[in-house]
């Protein structure tokens, strides 16, 4: 294959800006703010659990405190009831009287047992509303900073995006006067060499793999003409001549 020389210098300025772009890629995919983000929503998500967790366990505490007051009512308002009676003379039977008087004495005995659970009850209560209160803060808080961590990203990905967008342009400016078919072949050695399709020969030496070529390679570089389109004999990658080549 041949190129005029300048079209092959040309792939030089083409490949500088692929490996931008690369490197804009890799970078845009590897923001720090992205493991950020996934531990701290990790983190939201286990809180927002516990939040709803701690808010059911407050609901139940607060019903079973209900019920557990209107036990003690109903026990309250059934002594008075009985107590009425007894004071009321209407209980004639001195058995119907001692009977009431044992209810009497049992119920006092029941409502204070059930007045213990509520205050026990309460206590829970206490306890359950502190539990909310802590982590629904702690829930807000993290939202809060897994907003600003998605901001952190928002404005470094835009950030990298309007480079992109600027070497792309670049890119197609270089891109458009280079032949097809070297392009096509430059695209082709891009895909299976790492990124790297065109390297330059730089004091003999191939700056894509490295490798300085053999005497006999340089005598063959020497001897090709100057639009031959030159390839690396260890990494076949296009080999690029300049002023710096060491020939």
């Given at each position: 294959?041949?190129?005029?020389?300048?079209?092959?210098?040309?792939?030089?300025?083409?490949?500088?800006?692929?490996?931008?772009?690369?490197?804009?890629?890799?970078?845009?995919?590897?923001?720090?703010?992205?493991?950020?983000?996934?531990?701290?929503?990790?983190?939201?998500?286990?809180?927002?659990?516990?939040?709803?967790?701690?808010?059911?366990?407050?609901?139940?505490?607060?019903?079973?405190?209900?019920?557990?007051?209107?036990?003690?009512?109903?026990?309250?308002?059934?002594?008075?009831?009985?107590?009425?009676?007894?004071?009321?003379?209407?209980?004639?039977?001195?058995?119907?009287?001692?009977?009431?008087?044992?209810?009497?004495?049992?119920?006092?005995?029941?409502?204070?047992?059930?007045?213990?659970?509520?205050?026990?009850?309460?206590?829970?209560?206490?306890?359950?509303?502190?539990?909310?209160?802590?982590?629904?803060?702690?829930?807000?808080?993290?939202?809060?900073?897994?907003?600003?961590?998605?901001?952190?990203?928002?404005?470094?990905?835009?950030?990298?995006d309007a480079e992109v967008a600027k070497v792309t342009r670049e890119r197609e400016t270089v891109a458009v006067?280079?032949?097809?078919?070297?392009?096509?072949?430059?695209?082709?050695l891009r895909q299976t060499q790492n990124g790297v399709g065109a390297a330059r020969l730089f004091q003999r030496?191939?700056?894509?793999?490295?490798?300085?070529?053999?005497i006999t390679d340089l005598r063959e570089v020497r001897a090709a003409a100057p639009d031959t389109v030159l390839?690396?004999?260890?990494?076949?990658?296009?080999?690029?001549?300049?002023?710096?080549?060491?020939?």
């Open positions: 294959m041949n190129a005029a020389p300048a079209d092959q210098i040309r792939l030089l300025d083409l490949q500088a800006l692929d490996a931008r772009l690369d490197q804009l890629a890799h970078r845009r995919e590897n923001l720090p703010e992205h493991a950020e983000i996934q531990k701290r929503n990790a983190d939201l998500t286990e809180l927002r659990s516990l939040t709803v967790a701690a808010e059911t366990q407050l609901s139940d505490t607060k019903r079973e405190l209900v019920k557990a007051e209107q036990d003690v009512e109903q026990v309250r308002t059934r002594a008075a009831r009985n107590q009425q009676r007894m004071d009321s003379g209407s209980v004639n039977s001195a058995k119907d009287l001692a009977n009431l008087q044992h209810e009497v004495g049992a119920l006092a005995k029941r409502q204070g047992d059930l007045e213990d659970v509520v205050l026990e009850i309460m206590e829970r209560l206490e306890s359950s509303e502190t539990r909310v209160t802590e982590m629904t803060a702690r829930r807000d808080d993290a939202q809060h900073s897994t907003a600003e961590a998605e901001a952190r990203r928002d404005a470094a990905t835009a950030e990298i006067v280079i032949p097809a078919d070297l392009l096509k072949v430059y695209t082709r030496r191939c700056e894509g793999c490295r490798v300085e070529l053999s390839r690396c004999e260890n990494c076949s990658r296009i080999l690029i001549r300049t002023a710096d080549s060491g020939l």
